[in-house]
């Protein structure tokens, strides 16, 4: 199973970006998909993550501001992110629990700055 990242990039503050990351290989089904962040020296953080059933789980700083959503036919992982502020730069993983084990994606910049 191979998680592909997308979406990243220099944006200023208040502005918006799109993160996808599609996951592909032997997959009867994923559980829950999510977006973690991590930035120069800091622990990588949970960012949003979303179940099956679409039930969502944000974190505080980006509550009312990213969006996370899934499409299951494509086994892909969206998060929309606006109104972006300095301290969201960071790289971005995507994650996914499949059965029992979490696949992780190769990671995007996301750099938000004037």
């Known amino acids: 199973v191979q998680l592909q990242a997308s979406g990243g990039g220099l944006v200023q503050p208040g502005g918006s970006l799109r993160l996808s990351c599609a996951a592909s290989g032997s997959i009867f089904s994923i559980n829950v998909m999510g977006w973690y962040r991590q930035a120069p020296g800091k622990q990588r953080e949970l960012v949003a993550a979303?179940?099956?059933?679409?039930?969502?789980n944000y974190a505080d700083s980006v509550k009312g501001r990213f969006t996370i959503s899934r499409d299951n036919a494509k086994n892909t992982v969206y998060l929309q992110m606006t109104s972006l502020k300095p301290e969201d730069t960071a790289v971005y993983y995507c994650?996914?629990?499949?059965?029992?084990?979490?696949?992780w994606g190769q990671g995007t910049q996301v750099t938000v700055s004037s």
């Open positions: 979303i179940g099956t059933s679409g039930s969502t």
């Open positions: 994650n996914a629990k499949i059965g029992v084990r979490i696949y």
